[in-house]
């Protein structure tokens, strides 16, 4: 059975720091992007930054690049989500996802999904 779970999800004020974890099990023998993604109250969800499966590319979603870095330890299983200089508008649940394969589709198609982990940002 895949498994997704994300862990680090919490209560911050706005100006502080906050890091994700994730780790998929299940597919350790497939070339994996790994990604993060996020839906807040009322809205759809929304891209926030993706690795490649060797972790040679990533992508951010603008509203996060240069404050938040994703990142993993070459084909590891692993990925992290370091979001700093948060605000009220990254409240979010934040989702983990995979996809298999080493196409790069940056946050395009991803296939097996964790089931997320509360952010909330005070003002």
């Known amino acids: 059975q895949v498994q997704v779970v994300e862990s680090g999800g919490g209560l911050v004020q706005a100006g502080g720091s906050l890091t994700l974890s994730c780790t998929v099990s299940g597919l350790d023998n497939d070339p994996l992007n790994l990604g993060w993604f996020r839906q807040a109250p009322g809205k759809g969800r929304d891209d926030v930054a993706c690795?490649?499966?060797?972790?040679?590319?990533?992508y951010y979603a603008a509203a996060v690049e240069g404050r938040f870095t994703i990142s993993r330890e070459k084909t590891s299983t692993t990925v992290y989500l370091r979001m700093t200089t948060l605000t009220p508008e990254d409240t979010a649940v934040y989702y983990c996802?995979?996809?298999?394969?080493?196409?790069?589709?940056?946050?395009?198609?991803?296939?097996?999904w964790g089931q997320g982990t509360q952010v909330t940002v005070s003002s």
């Open positions: 690795t490649s499966w060797n972790s040679d590319l990533t």
């Open positions: 996802a995979a996809r298999r394969g080493t196409l790069w589709k940056q946050c395009r198609q991803y296939d097996y």
